[in-house]
């Protein structure tokens, strides 16, 4: 499960990566949780288009959000045949921008029980893109809601020794084809597949991540000498029982 994640890098460096015609203004945010507002790219009027959505992704034919759990993360394994998401695989994908994500391991139990935290990044820093599905939940009231959630699948060898899941990220190559709405979901289907292995390297950080009001650069701060270390690859196979992350003691907005 992917419960938090980054974008740092400026406006100017998104809009250059992405391609979309607008140009928003936005601050780095080192620490984005579920329910706030997020950017999303998706195809509109032969090109791509930059808006804010609510990460939570709600079905069209949800009544109440107090009745519908939080999905933050799709399976990508069975979107296509669950109710909940096949319509958005054919017609509502989109790309969901980010320069880190966060993934929490586990260890010991009881008293002894911790909880460390990771940052997933690029080598070189850069910009990339999850999958995901958008949906707009209409509510009894008449008022809209845009919602979105990232696509997952089994964790690849850089992510396993952490959790055995893992954030669909897709190749820039195929962005176009992703966001393609003529495109079948067997023609998708061969787009959702782990990153490769040294697409991003792992790096333990401290617990500042932990707590939703830290929105900073120490969020990101290389864990100290009685904190986790670096980590080795571990293949797929090997992957520990999935975790979720701490508890967070509040929420906040991306702008």
């Known amino acids: 499960m992917c419960g938090r994640y980054a974008i740092t890098l400026p406006p100017e460096a998104m809009r250059a990566a992405f391609g979309y015609r607008e140009q928003p203004n936005f601050p780095p945010r080192y620490n984005i949780a579920p329910t706030q507002p997020v950017p999303v790219i998706r195809p509109h009027d032969g090109g791509r288009q930059f ?6 992704f709600v079905p069209g034919w949800v009544r109440d959000l107090k009745d519908f759990p ?3 993360n799709i399976r990508s394994e069975s979107a296509a045949e669950k109710p909940s998401f096949r319509h958005a695989l054919t017609r509502r994908r989109c790309l969901l921008p980010a320069d880190g994500f966060y993934e929490w391991r586990r260890s010991g139990s009881g ?3 911790r ?3 990771f940052l997933f990044r690029r080598p070189d820093r850069g910009f990339f893109a999850f999958a995901a599905l958008w949906e707009t939940w209409h509510s009894p009231d008449g008022s809209e809601l845009d919602t979105v959630a990232m696509l997952t699948g089994p964790a690849n060898g850089t992510m396993a020794a952490i959790h055995h899941r893992c954030p669909i990220i897709l190749d820039p190559r195929d962005y176009d084809a992703w966001l393609d709405a003529d495109a079948t979901p067997q023609q998708t ?4 597949t782990p990153p490769p292995d040294d697409l991003l390297e792992a790096v333990a950080i401290g617990s500042a991540v932990n707590k939703v009001a830290n929105d900073a650069p120490e969020v990101q701060a290389p864990a100290t000498a009685d904190e986790p270390g670096p980590i080795e690859a571990a293949p797929a196979r090997h992957a520990r029982k999935a975790t979720r992350p ?10």
């Open 51 to 56: 808006l804010l959505m609510r990460w939570g």
């Open 70 to 72: 939080l999905v933050i």
């Open 111 to 113: 008293r002894q029980a």
């Open 115 to 117: 909880a460390e935290a």
């Open 189 to 192: 289907r061969r787009l959702l």
């Open 246 to 255: 701490p508890a967070d003691d509040g929420q906040g907005s991306l702008f």
